[in-house]
């Protein structure tokens, strides 16, 4: 018997059960004697018994599976055929999984003559314990239905009971999201120190020469495995920060003021989807436009005004191109904050002669600046995280230039470098990526609160 | 006072400096106009030239060809054409050097390479198709490998197009309509590639997320609106989905790598992974949507209904959420929509392997679309640049889809209370 199978039996079982309550409750709801009368309808008495078998059998199904692999690999292990295996682990590994492949079926034999031999081993064992869970999994639905349904009478508030599962089933729900953060907090952790403890901390953050390459032989050159995060963070904030923000701030910003405060609404219903749609281009298609259009128009642009060494790959093409994917985001930022801004203040400006573009400089303006900066960090925050377009355009070189036609290389463009090549899982450079990624993640985290707390505070300020 | 000037309105210099504040002010809301102006010239100019390059794409060239199979060393028996396994026959068959015989036969030896992949495919079919042309002289028309499409269309190596000079002086090339780009998967001659294989990925993937993204952001935004108590746990609940609709979208592939892939050992490359790991990215923005949409709900509403006797959970139910899910389904289909053209995190689970079967279940390997572009844009051959453009133009089809859709839903269904 296989879990899937004692899947279809718990919900059977669960279906089958319902139904039984439905009957047992409609038949007290007909024949009802005076003074007795049901509390819930059927339809409650149903789902309540329906709940009652299939959710804790569910949850046992769901707990047994992992359980389940891990006691099959031991029992295979511990035969004699598993005994008779290799001690390198990577042959083991490959000699388990093939032999797994075979007993599913999914393979009809394997490279190695030793997994055929696995493969029956691997039935029994997926056998023995499958049916040991699905046989527990459906005793939990018995039991559970066997207990609701003893409970279907009058006076049984099945509506409330039903409403606890929902109520749990919404709580569970909302962890989620705190079970994600704290999945990537402790992944990116747990690896962070696997790396940090072969690469000093110091090294990493302080130091100025990133060459992640490790020497295969001792007398490699140019493969020194050096560490220094250093230039990738100015990368990131060169084209993040610095460029990105000198194109989108305000082109963004007067974007915003142009569509609050002088379009005609017909020409604001137009032009507004038209920037959202804007932000609705895949970065891959930036990146490509980056890398194909406008890198070859930078490097000419820096050549003829006598940037010799301007290169293909450059911080400006993808800070431009970047620019331009941010520019919907602050103009919607910027629009929310100025809308916030209460109509008297504009009024009494305007009353005392001030012209409209006056009113906006002088006073809506500043009285819309926290939410706007706090607009402008999300925005930082969301340039120095994204990837496909520094990927495609930035280029890979690790330099502390400030010179914008050359290339810099970027902490995401290392993470995908450094994670998509052929590597062991456990050496300090595919390590390195996680710890790159953690102090990313803590950078945009720093961001995103200040500026939610800031935009918060203002939103609070006016109302 | 008499030195002030603007206190004086018959005063010249009281009306230049009102001149000069008009003009400002006319200046201003030009750079306004122009800042927009930009914004749309760029997307205008970022959609014309994926156009320009991409559309190409979309054919292909042929060259007529005269094949003559029963000289050439082919030798299949026509009876196992009708069979199921007719298609593995034909590939087995050395379909490729009777094509190189007859493109020299026809066109001299210069000609030997001008059919590739798509060639050798397109003649498979039309065996199965007509296997009389396996006893007959017959002039066909077949698509020409890369290299000479490229030549063909005006942007080739000079050998290239010295063979596509001499084959249009005997009339042999034509323009057709490919579509084998809409119905293919990947493959090492650009000619015959094609972005099915690439959609399924995509498809099953954004099944996945649906299908987990949808239902706890939907239950967790009514949980947070509706029940949740304002106390610490609230708050920090609400915190971190603020803070993960905000997270790099790099880091959820890290996170994906690191628990789906390493720790809970779920086949790389697949739809299921990939799915996951963007659920997770979606499911704040779904969250956020979903609460804006709820909160909008006026409390009369759910006071009716307390009011005559409904429970908490059926004013939520039956009331509240039937009146949100315009709302909700908005921002679905926009998160949707963004999850469908994520790239990065979807490479970190390893979807960037090359794959020229479609997937049959969320559980093969698979790539997706932007991943398929991301991964033909590195490609050396010319060719691969007018199909990346050309599978862009089909991503931004599926987004604009998507968008006008979400578009539609607010403006049909939404409700102002």
């Known amino acids: 018997m296989s879990l899937g199978l004692a899947l279809l039996a718990v919900l059977l079982v669960a279906a089958l059960a319902g139904g039984i309550a439905y009957r047992r409750a409609a038949a007290l709801r007909v024949g009802r004697t005076k003074g007795a009368r049901l509390n819930s309808l059927p339809i409650y008495h149903a789902l309540h018994t329906a709940l009652w078998a299939a959710l804790p059998a569910l949850l046992l199904l769901a707990a047994w599976s992992p359980v389940q692999t891990r006691l099959v690999a031991q029992s295979v292990l511990s035969s004699p055929e598993g005994k008779a295996l290799p001690d390198s682990d990577i042959q083991r590994e490959s000699i388990l999984g093939e032999a797994q492949d075979i007993a599913i079926g999914k393979i009809e034999a394997g490279f190695n003559p030793q997994s055929t031999a696995l493969a029956p081993q691997f039935t029994a064992a997926n056998n023995k314990f499958a049916t040991i869970g699905g046989g527990l999994a459906l005793l939990a639905a018995l039991a559970g239905a066997a207990f609701a349904l003893s409970r279907v009478k009058f006076e049984f508030r099945a509506r409330a009971g039903v409403e606890r599962w929902v109520m749990l089933l919404l709580m569970a729900a909302s962890t989620v999201a705190i079970l994600t953060t704290l999945g990537i907090v402790l992944s990116l952790l747990f690896e962070s120190i696997r790396f940090f403890k072969m690469v000093s901390p110091t090294e990493f953050l302080f130091g100025t020469s990133w060459s992640p390459q490790m020497a295969m032989r001792a007398d490699q050159a140019g493969s020194s495995g050096e560490f220094g995060s250093v230039p990738l963070f100015w990368g990131t904030a060169f084209i993040g920060a610095i460029i990105a923000m000198i194109v989108a701030i305000p082109l963004g910003l007067m974007s915003a003021i142009f569509l609050t405060q002088y379009a005609p609404a017909k020409v604001r219903a137009w032009l507004k989807p038209i920037l959202e749609i804007l932000a609705g281009v895949p970065t891959v298609v930036y990146g490509y436009f980056a890398a194909l259009t406008v890198a070859p128009m930078v490097r000419d642009f820096g050549i003829s005004i006598g940037v010799t060494s301007a290169s293909s790959e450059s911080a400006l093409a993808a800070g431009l191109v970047m620019g331009i994917m941010i520019i919907p985001f602050v103009s919607s930022m910027a629009d929310d904050s100025i809308a916030a801004v209460p109509q008297a203040m504009r009024d009494g400006s305007l009353a005392l002669g001030a012209t409209k573009s006056e009113t906006i400089r002088r006073v809506v303006l500043p009285a819309a600046l926290p939410g706007v900066v706090g607009g402008v960090l999300l925005a930082v925050s969301r340039a120095i995280g994204e990837t496909m377009i520094v990927v495609m355009a930035a280029g890979l070189s690790a330099s502390m230039t400030a010179n914008p036609f050359h290339a810099v290389t970027t902490v995401t463009v290392q993470i995908v470098q450094l994670l998509t090549g052929d590597q062991e899982f456990d050496s300090a450079k595919t390590l390195a990526a996680f710890a790159l990624g953690l102090l990313l993640f803590i950078i945009t985290l720093i961001l995103n609160l200040i500026a939610l707390s800031v935009v918060r505070r203002y939103r609070e300020a006016y109302e | ?417």
Do not use: C
């Not at chain 2, 026509?78 to 020299?104: C, F, K, R, S, Y």
């Not at chain 2, 050998?159 to 293919?184: C, H, P, S, W, Y």
């Not at chain 2, 090492?188 to 706890?216: C, E, H, N, R």
């Open chain 2, 1 to 417: 006072m008499s030195n002030n000037p603007a206190s004086r309105w018959t005063d010249g210099s009281m009306q230049k400096r009102v001149a000069r504040r008009y003009s400002a002010e006319r200046r201003f809301r030009a750079l306004g106009f122009l800042a927009v102006a930009m914004s749309v010239a760029v997307l205008a100019f970022l959609l014309f030239t994926m156009a320009s390059k991409g559309l190409g794409g979309f054919s292909h060239t042929e060259a007529r060809l005269q094949l003559d199979l029963p000289r050439s060393d082919v030798v299949i028996d026509p009876a196992n054409l009708t069979g199921a396994d007719a298609g593995q026959i034909v590939a087995q068959a050395n379909l490729e050097g009777a094509l190189t015989q007859a493109a020299i036969a026809t066109y001299g030896p210069t000609a030997s390479e001008i059919f590739g992949e798509s060639g050798v495919r397109e003649l498979g079919r039309k065996l199965i198709a007509d296997p009389t042309l396996l006893s007959r002289r017959a002039e066909l028309w077949l698509p020409v490998s890369g290299k000479v499409d490229v030549a063909a269309k005006g942007d080739g190596a000079p050998e290239q197009e010295a063979i596509v000079a001499a084959i249009n002086a005997k009339d042999g090339l034509r323009r057709t309509f490919n579509l084998d780009f809409l119905t293919a998967s990947d493959a090492t001659d650009p000619s015959a590639v094609g972005v099915w294989g690439a959609l399924k990925g995509s498809f099953l993937t954004i099944i996945v997320t649906m299908g987990l993204a949808f239902p706890v952001g939907v239950l967790s935004a009514l949980y947070l609106e509706e029940f949740a108590a304002r106390n610490r746990w609230t708050d920090l609940v609400e915190v971190s989905i603020n803070n993960l609709a905000a997270v790099p979208s790099i880091i959820f592939g890290l996170l994906g790598l690191a628990v789906f892939l390493n720790v809970m050992n779920l086949p790389r490359s697949a739809p299921l992974v990939g799915g996951l790991t963007l659920a997770l990215m979606t499911m704040p923005v779904i969250v956020i949507a979903g609460r804006n949409a709820i909160k909008s709900v006026p409390p009369s509403i759910r006071d009716a209904a307390l009011g005559v006797g409904a429970s908490k959970m059926q004013v939520v139910f039956h009331h509240v959420l039937p009146l949100a899910l315009p709302g909700i389904l908005t921002g679905t289909i926009i998160g949707m929509a963004r999850a469908l053209g994520e790239t990065a995190p979807l490479l970190m689970i390893g979807m960037r392997a090359f794959i020229a079967t479609p997937p049959g279940g969320i559980a093969d390997p698979a790539t997706v679309l932007p991943v398929q572009i991301f991964l033909w844009s590195d490609e050396v051959d010319r060719s691969f640049v007018e199909k990346t453009s050309a599978a862009i133009i089909v991503l931004l089809v599926f987004m604009l889809v998507m968008n006008g859709l979400a578009i539609y839903l607010r403006n049909r269904f939404e409700r102002r209370w």
